[in-house]
């Protein structure tokens, strides 16, 4: 969950050019996002929701991201949405390698709402058949789970490598290094006493650690009729593998049925085996069947 996902997908040949959108915030910002993959698409096609794990780099700097949608759903257009203070525009220096409007004004909660106002605007583009596939990884994925029950277009959605089913401090704690991990406690008391974008701690803001300590992905998922796929490597190192199968634990627990589980044991997060060879590509074909009768 600490990592940015999804580095390691095999791109293939010219990078299609996006479509550049601006939503604005009830603040007068504006969320920046892009529709890919529209070059062969028909004129009327479902869209594919991909969301990034943790990190601030701009979505137009990550075309693995579009690559992503791609294989997900061969003919859909895909959907990217940067991060408050994550585009390059964003005015002065960086702080860690993030702009300092990321650090303070960056949270899952926050990211939710961005994600809702897009949809809102996609609503009105003249290409989208009112179908939507959700796909997230690491962070992402959480992400992914907390939209899911409130967008009622979603036909499926698909989280990998991201431990939902356990509280999100208790991921990192199961995460990072034991002497890391026993910083935590007091860690997370700070962070609610003084929720704040100048300290940071595993590479978030107290800020993001405030709002996000006490989420439990899975709760959230259950609630949504769409179908779900998890998939997660047992040798995942950043999010555990026993959180995500807490996640599915959870949701057939609370009587989802349409929850699908396929874990890969040779696997990490990144979706490589034991001697370095990279799989994601394979993982999300393989994903991309699961999704396509969830379709028609």
């Known amino acids: 969950m600490i990592l940015a996902l999804l580095p390691l997908l095999l791109t293939t040949g010219a ?5 550049r959108h601006d939503t604005p915030r009830p603040d007068g910002t504006a969320i920046h996002w892009s529709v ?6 028909p004129a009327r096609s479902p869209a594919i929701l991909v969301m990034q794990g943790t990190g601030c780099e701009p979505v137009a700097e990550k075309p693995n991201l579009a690559h992503a949608g791609r294989l997900l759903v061969p003919g859909a257009r895909t959907i990217l949405i940067d991060k408050v203070g994550a585009e ?9 390698g993030c702009s300092q409007t990321y ?19 996609l609503r009105r583009q003249a ?13 992402g994925g959480a992400v992914a789970a907390l939209v899911a029950p409130l967008i009622p277009e979603t036909a499926a959605v698909v989280i990998l490598s991201s431990g939902a089913g356990v509280p999100v401090g208790d991921l990192i704690r199961a995460a990072v ?16 006493a003084r929720p704040t974008g ?6 978030l803001s107290y800020r993001w650690w405030a709002d996000a300590m006490d989420v439990v992905p899975a709760r959230s998922l259950a609630r949504s009729p769409a179908p779900v796929l998890l998939i997660h490597g047992a040798r995942d190192q950043s999010s555990p593998v026993a959180t995500a199968r807490a996640g599915r634990d ?13 874990e890969y044991a040779d696997y990490d997060h990144f979706m490589c085996d034991r001697a370095g060879g990279a799989h994601m590509d394979s993982v999300l074909q393989d994903a991309a069947r699961w999704i396509a009768p969830h379709l028609r």
């Open 88 to 96: 390059s525009s964003t005015p002065g220096p960086r702080v860690e």
């Open 36 to 41: 890919e993959n529209a070059d062969g698409a």
């Open 177 to 192: 290094p034991p002497d890391m991990a026993a910083q935590a406690p007091a860690i997370f008391a700070a962070a609610r």
């Open 250 to 262: 959870l949701l057939l627990a609370a009587g989802k049925a349409d929850t699908d589980y396929r």
């Open 15 to 19: 990078v299609p050019v996006a479509e």
């Open 103 to 121: 650090w303070d004004r960056y949270t899952l909660s926050g990211r939710v709402e961005d994600v809702l106002r897009v949809i809102a605007d």
């Open 198 to 203: 100048q300290e940071r701690w595993a590479g």
């Open 127 to 139: 290409w989208w058949n009112g179908r939507i596939v959700i796909f997230g990884g690491s962070e």
